[in-house]
């Protein structure tokens, strides 16, 4: 009898301990779930007009091509941008300003809100040990970060160009541009024009110059692949492209052996 009392004791005992677990870790998860749900979120920048119109357009070339490849409609889309008038282009740009406007109202919503928020244990702050900012601080120090990012960009860039690098060939209705003379013309009307000649060519007459511009592009690669190698023989690998950087170095390494 004293044996069988034990067993039932020591039955209740195991079970509250394997109830009480559970117990704690459900507290946890909703205090985590609290905690995510006081944290605001962070507004997404609006996409380019550019992209926006790809994104738009690109359904429904699948729905009434169905048999095109993806590169094939990607080409058709990039067609139907450049063959856009300006006006047409325009309308594009402004509903992105707007947007871009609305998402920096947004954004400084959010920084202020995020000050208000105790955020010390969430993943997103991050240099915890630095002086804390002001939201106004916050965005002066945002505006500086891209600016300085865009200044290093400009000045890699012109660096590339003064060693000599490869520019990159324009797509076929550049091409197409440059077969025609402007006779004087504004550059707008020249490019409206232009744009209405390009839309009424036939499937044919634009293959050629997408034939010219695959041409171009091979050509550019391996102009582009060269003039990298000579960088990294020259120590200036950080104007390689970084996934080319390692294998290059490889190249170099087996051809400076076999010598």
């Not at 998860?29 to 357009?57: A, D, H, S, V």
């Not at 920084?111 to 630095?130: A, G, M, W």
């Not at 104007?239 to 290059?248: D, E, K, P």
């Amino acid at each position: 009898m004293a044996s069988l009392t034990r067993r039932c004791m020591f039955s209740r005992e195991l079970i509250g301990r394997l109830c009480f677990v559970p117990g704690h870790i459900a507290t946890a998860g909703k205090k985590t779930m609290q905690r995510e749900q006081e944290l605001p979120k962070i507004p997404k920048k609006p996409l380019t007009p550019y992209i926006q119109f790809i994104m738009c357009n690109r359904n429904d070339i699948r729905r009434n091509h169905p048999g095109l490849t993806n590169t094939e409609v990607h080409n058709r889309l990039v067609d139907m941008w450049q063959s856009l008038t300006f006006d047409e282009k325009n309308l594009w740009s402004l509903k992105y300003e707007r947007e871009k406007a609305d998402y920096d109202v947004r954004y400084k919503k959010f920084v202020l809100k995020l000050d208000t928020v105790d955020q010390t244990p969430d993943r997103r702050v991050k240099n915890k040990s630095k002086q804390k900012l002001t939201p106004e601080e916050e965005w002066q120090a945002m505006k500086e970060r891209k600016l300085l990012k865009e200044k290093e960009k400009n000045a890699k860039k012109n660096e590339c160009d003064r060693l000599g690098k490869p520019k990159a060939p324009g797509k076929s209705f550049p091409l197409y541009l440059n077969s025609i003379k402007d006779d004087g013309l504004q550059l707008k009307n020249f490019l409206s024009e232009t744009s209405v000649m390009w839309q009424k060519l036939s499937e044919e007459e634009k293959e050629i110059f997408r034939q010219k511009a695959r041409i171009l592009h091979i050509k550019y690669q391996a102009d582009l692949l060269e003039w990298e190698t000579k960088m990294c023989e020259a120590g200036r690998s950080d104007l390689v492209r970084s996934y080319q950087r390692a294998r290059l170095r490889q190249r170099i390494n087996t051809k400076d052996t076999n010598d």
